[in-house]
């Protein structure tokens, strides 16, 4: 009787995914449909999901300062402890900052019938807007809608890109890809490897642009924005609103990290702590659901994801001795992501996959 039970109780959750993902419209179609609940699909059964009341001031990173030396100290430090900091003096204006998230948010809140033409599960899109990648592998979907699309190294045609966006999209991914030769230079440095290294191993050359919005929840304590992960790149750029959410792993307490206005977060990803091995930082982070919002987020991400390359990446050579010998093996970056787009957010860390 209980696996009878058991096998109703999992049947019905197939079937509310699925009539969810045939509404193309996401969270957001379910907030101006008015529910005053959460849908029993998105609540996490986890008992670590409250809000934190500690919070956590990011380093910050002045690029813009002459002490370079300090600049690169600072880095290694924030990269080494937290895997997180904030860069200010960054090169990209504010306006074109705010014009970026205005134009993520104009792409949620437009008329749903236009934004259906982009909803998808097939990551070959030029553009692909749905509600939890993970719809159909993770315990329970999240409070969040994305597009996304890759912008570098070859961009989609601009006539293929959302109307309401595409200006700023390519503006600000241009800019995101100018900021992240500086970061891996630094970077490079920090490791003690010649400014150059991590660019000339095309880290700096692929790039993903994810717009994501967290509608306002009606019970943010049932459900999460985003689930507990590491990101599986090289380097994420963090653009944020003032509404706040995102929290880091620290010293195994869950922390809120407040956004710095103009600020943008940086973080290490998994493919950078494996080829430091792990002298960097790819840190668990989360967001956590809102009664306010829509809260607007734009996270770039360093890597060339599911182009099918055939570079390999492991530790360099140069960080690795008898002493402190590789414990990674190598992986080319298309099939570490396949790894991970099979995998739920908020499983075992996905590192583990490749530790030898």
């Known amino acids: ?41 998105f609540i996490n059964q986890s008992k670590n999901i409250r809000k934190t009341s500690n919070s956590l001031e990011l380093p910050v990173v002045d690029l813009g300062s002459t002490d370079r ?16 900091f904030q860069v200010v003096n960054h090169g990209i ?23 259906k033409r982009f909803y998808t599960r097939d990551a070959s899109r030029s553009v692909v807007y749905n509600s939890n990648f993970d719809l159909y ?34 503006e600000y991914s241009n800019q995101v ?47 999460m924005g985003t689930t507990k992960h590491t990101d599986t790149g090289f380097l994420t ?14 010293q195994n307490h869950w922390v809120d990290v407040p956004p710095t206005p103009g600020a943008l977060v940086i973080n290490i990803g998994d493919l950078l702590q494996m080829m430091s091995n792990d002298k960097l930082k790819s840190v668990e982070h989360r967001v956590v659901a809102n009664e306010k919002g829509p809260r607007v987020s734009v996270a770039c991400f360093f890597s060339s ?22 414990r990674y093996r190598e992986t080319t970056v298309h099939d570490y992501m396949q790894y991970s787009l099979s995998t739920a957010l908020d499983g075992a860390p996905r590192l583990l996959h490749l530790k030898l």
């Open 237 to 250: 750029v963090l653009l944020q609103d003032e509404i706040g959410g995102l929290q880091i792993l620290h």
């Open 69 to 84: 030396a300090l600049t690169i100290e600072n880095i290694r430090m924030a990269s080494e402890n937290l895997g997180f």
């Open 305 to 326: 994801s599911l182009a099918p390359l055939t570079k390999l990446y492991g530790p360099i050579k140069e960080l690795v001795s008898d002493e402190n010998p590789p």
């Open 1 to 41: 009787m209980a696996l009878a039970k058991s096998i109703a109780s999992i049947y019905d959750r197939a079937t509310d995914l699925k009539s969810f993902d045939q509404t193309k419209s996401g969270v957001q179609g379910l907030v101006d449909a008015g529910i005053k609940q959460v849908p029993r699909i």
């Open 137 to 170: 592998t993770s315990p329970a979907a999240n409070w969040r809608d994305t597009f996304f699309s890759f912008m570098a190294p070859s961009p989609p045609p601009p006539e293929e890109l959302p109307e309401v966006c595409r200006d700023i999209q390519i």
């Open 177 to 223: 890809l100018k900021l992240g030769g500086l970061l891996f230079r630094l970077i490079s440095e920090a490791l003690g490897l010649k400014p150059s290294y991590l660019g000339d191993l095309d880290c700096d050359k692929g790039l993903a642009f994810f717009g994501h919005c967290y509608p306002a929840c009606p019970q943010p304590d049932l459900t």
């Open 93 to 115: 204006p504010l306006s074109v900052m705010n014009e970026t998230l205005q134009g993520v948010r104009r792409f949620h809140e437009q008329d749903v019938e236009i934004k």
